[in-house]
């Protein structure tokens, strides 16, 4: 979330495959329009949508993707990785029984739960719903 600014509406996080989906509009069809319309609802609502910036590891990996990220980034925030959300990240991947493979997907729950209110945007709401599932202020919404 922007530091210092409290949310004036709702929050979405955007998973890895959400922000790929968006980068990628023509291959991913529906996944991509449902995306977009997302984002374009919490707009209206006052909200805004944030990346954690670990998302940035798995969808940044190579020149031509990086090109695509930076594109769908120019309307989205990208969030630090601070001590709070590593320690958050950590304690939600005990909780769920889930290994260090999920971790990317943890910092996204933990951004999630700073929040009073946020939507996680999850390309697979699987591992996302589990992560997430002790957060009574986060909700998981696929794209698939």
Request: charged share 20%.
């Amino acid at each position: 979330m922007p530091r210092g600014e409290p949310p004036v509406g709702p929050v979405v996080v955007l998973d890895s495959e959400a922000v790929s989906v968006l980068a990628s509009p023509n291959e991913r069809g529906s996944a991509s329009r449902r995306a977009q319309a997302v984002l374009e609802a919490i707009e209206r609502r006052g909200g805004y949508a944030v990346v954690p910036a670990p998302v940035l590891a798995e969808t940044s990996r190579t020149r031509g993707r990086r090109a695509a990220v930076d594109h769908v980034l120019r309307r989205l925030q990208v969030v630090p990785t601070d001590r709070p959300i590593a320690e958050r990240a950590g304690a939600l991947l005990e909780a769920a029984g889930m290994g260090s493979a999920a971790a990317v997907d943890a910092f996204v729950a933990a951004t999630a739960a700073q929040a009073p209110a946020a939507v996680i945007l999850a390309g697979d709401a699987g591992d996302l719903d589990r992560l997430s599932s002790s957060l009574t202020n986060v909700a998981v919404q696929g794209l698939h």
